[in-house]
């Protein structure tokens, strides 16, 4: 299926760290997907929904996870984020806590309140060789669409549990796909962790809810 044009493409700025290079394309490698619901928003009347913007807290909560994703080996070759300003707010703030530079953005409307069906539509356009990919979007879209990846006799129990619960704002998830980004589907992945990340405007710090 040929690829869709996306909306918007960007890099970002940001930080020090050296440029993220991909892995040569292996079908039978493992991948790394990572989920993210947008950090906590601000909540004004009459404001277009799209156009909500994070507050101080979810700045700091974003940038705690800039700092969490490279402790962790998990920085993406691609990040797929919703066109909504919160979603790009997050995504700045993770590159901005995490020292990041030169990641390739694609921003993509469709992901914007999409649902899970739609998510998985625009991460299967992934190319195959961005071995570790990031979507930033919404909820309900993001905590279903990874409950719908896991596979529930694979994943760890309590992170499953805990998703099957609810999904607050600035939390990640992390998961391993084996197999091409164009044949994800449902069952096909082990849920490793579920990841709040917490910071305030002095320090940046993180919570694992595995």
């Known amino acids: 299926m040929p690829q869709a044009e996306h909306q918007e493409e960007a890099r970002v700025e940001p930080g020090r760290e050296p440029p993220v290079e991909p892995a040569p394309e292996s079908a039978g490698e493992r991948r790394r997907l990572v989920l993210v619901r947008h950090a906590k928003t601000e909540q004004v009347p009459g404001k277009v929904d799209h156009d909500r913007e994070l507050l101080p807290r979810?700045?700091?909560?974003?940038?705690?996870?800039?700092?969490?994703?490279?402790?962790?080996?998990?920085?993406?070759?691609?990040?797929?984020?919703s066109t909504a300003t919160r979603a790009q707010q997050t995504w700045q703030e993770v590159a901005e806590g995490g020292q990041l530079r030169d990641v390739e953005?694609?921003?993509?409307?469709?992901?914007?309140?999409?649902?899970?069906?739609?998510?998985?539509?625009?991460?299967?356009?992934?190319?195959?060789?961005?071995?570790?990919v990031m979507v930033v979007g919404h909820a309900p879209g993001i905590p279903s669409l990874g409950v719908g990846l896991a596979d529930?006799?694979?994943s760890e129990a309590t992170a499953l549990a805990t998703l099957q619960e609810g999904m607050?704002?600035?939390?990640?998830?992390?998961?391993?796909?084996?197999?091409?980004?164009?044949?994800?589907?449902?069952?096909?992945?082990?849920?490793?962790?579920?990841?709040?990340?917490?910071?305030?405007?002095?320090?940046?710090e993180t919570e694992d809810a595995r």
């Not at 705690?64 to 920085?75: K, S, T």
């Not at 953005?105 to 570790?132: F, K, M, Q, S």
């Not at 600035?170 to 044949?183: A, D, I, Q, R």
């Open 58 to 81: 979810g700045v700091a909560d974003a940038r705690a996870g800039g700092a969490w994703i490279v402790e962790h080996g998990l920085v993406p070759h691609l990040v797929l984020c």
């Open 105 to 132: 953005v694609w921003n993509d409307r469709r992901i914007y309140n999409a649902h899970p069906e739609e998510i998985l539509e625009v991460i299967r356009e992934a190319p195959g060789d961005r071995r570790t």
């Open 152 to 154: 529930p006799r694979a």
């Open 168 to 204: 607050p704002t600035g939390v990640g998830l992390e998961l391993e796909v084996t197999g091409p980004w164009s044949e994800l589907a449902a069952g096909a992945a082990r849920l490793v962790g579920m990841h709040r990340w917490r910071g305030t405007e002095q320090s940046q």
